[in-house]
């Protein structure tokens, strides 16, 4: 054996020996991560930016920094997904619902009353099914990391109290910008107006729509008890948050930068959870104390909503495909057992 060979190879082995051990060993540049979000810094998706950002800059031994831009000061989710696939911002949080005009397979979430309870949510969107619709992203230039909860949805509105399904006629209500929303709340008799999250405050705040549906946790964060009256608990559809990268910029990583992304984005989501859930459990608390009006629908009248609401689920179907439409349903299923 060669003098060279016989040095390479001891080279290798005391390289394998600390790569483990020394972060100095590892492939990382210094990147400047900019990771855009639409709530609040004060809310439970800036929380989770937070701590994302921090693990990210830990566990890259402080090359790697993420400069975490909240209140759709980068722009609204649809905004931000264009810059991702473009490669002029590398990373954002965002509603699900959001995506569908992107990838038509993530209208699969909006489903009303998929999910019963968030444990469900966690099997599912955790499992096969969830990571198949994730990887669909892909192919349009974007990669996903985790899913995040947003949570379940409720409607508030500033003209009366929602008791029953003729109680939402005329109603101009502010929906996500995807047909799913838009034909369920149609369905409901609403007068349904697509807008940005990113506009949303200020259009209730002029009247330009009356009402809209969010998670208890925004409804508090964004300060929607300032301009909305009535909150009638709906629970009408779970939403997702999903972290994102642009895929342009993600390529370009060594495996040791990725996996810091990947790894800080689990732990993200765990923390999120958990805080999103605390959160939710004394939201409604607080948003009563904030002088909110609120009702919960009589069984017979949720029955009747959900019923309505079934119509929606035949073009779900026909949109994500029949084949992505039967696995979710039977993922929960198992999910339920
Ligand atoms: C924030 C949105 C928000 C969503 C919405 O950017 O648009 O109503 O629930 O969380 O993604």
Redesign the pocket.
């Known amino acids: 054996m060669s003098i060279f060979r016989r040095t390479l190879i001891a080279a290798t082995a005391a390289a394998a020996f600390t790569a483990p051990f020394a972060s100095f060993a590892q492939d990382i540049k210094p990147r400047l991560i900019r990771f855009g ?3 609040n810094e004060q809310s439970n ?1 800036g929380r989770a930016v937070k701590l994302f950002a921090e693990e990210v800059e830990k566990a890259s031994g402080g090359k790697m920094k993420v400069r975490a831009i909240g209140a ?1 000061a980068l722009g ?2 649809v905004q931000m997904q264009q810059a991702l696939i473009g490669g002029a911002q590398e990373m954002m949080v ?2 699900t ?2 995506l569908v005009g992107i990838t038509k397979e993530m209208a699969i979430w909006d489903t009303p009353f998929l999910f019963n309870n968030a444990k469900e949510a966690d099997v599912v969107l955790d499992g096969p099914v969830g990571q198949k619709v994730m990887d669909k992203l892909q192919e349009k230039g974007l990669v996903g990391l985790v899913y995040w909860e ?1 949570g379940f ?1 409720n409607l508030t509105n500033n003209k009366q109290p929602v008791a029953k399904l003729e109680d939402l006629n005329g109603i101009k209500l502010r929906v ?1 910008q995807n047909d799913v929303f838009l034909n369920s709340f149609k369905t409901l008799g609403a007068n349904a107006i697509p807008l ?3 506009e ?1 405050f200020t259009a209730l705040e002029t009247k330009t729509v009356d009402g ?1 549906e ?2 208890y946790n ?1 409804i508090l964060s964004s300060k929607f008890y300032e301009v909305q009256k009535y909150l009638t608990v709906t629970n009408h559809v779970y ?1 997702p ?1 999903i972290v994102t990268v642009s895929k342009k910029w993600w390529d370009g990583l060594s495996k040791d930068e990725q996996k810091v992304l990947a790894d800080a984005a689990k732990k993200s989501r765990d923390f999120e959870r958990q805080d999103t859930r605390a959160e939710a459990a004394k939201a409604l608390g607080d948003l009563k104390a904030k002088g909110m009006q609120v009702n919960e629908l009589s069984a017979a009248e949720a029955n009747r909503m959900r019923e309505k609401l079934g119509a929606v689920n035949a073009s779900i179907a026909a949109n994500v495909g029949e084949a992505l439409w039967k696995e979710t349903q039977e993922a929960v299923a198992a999910a339920r057992k």
Do not use: K
Request: without cysteine.
């Open positions: 979000y639409g709530l998706q759709a609204s989710d965002g509603s619902a959001t947003n949805r996500m940005p999250f990113s949303l809209q969010n998670p925004t939403s948050w």
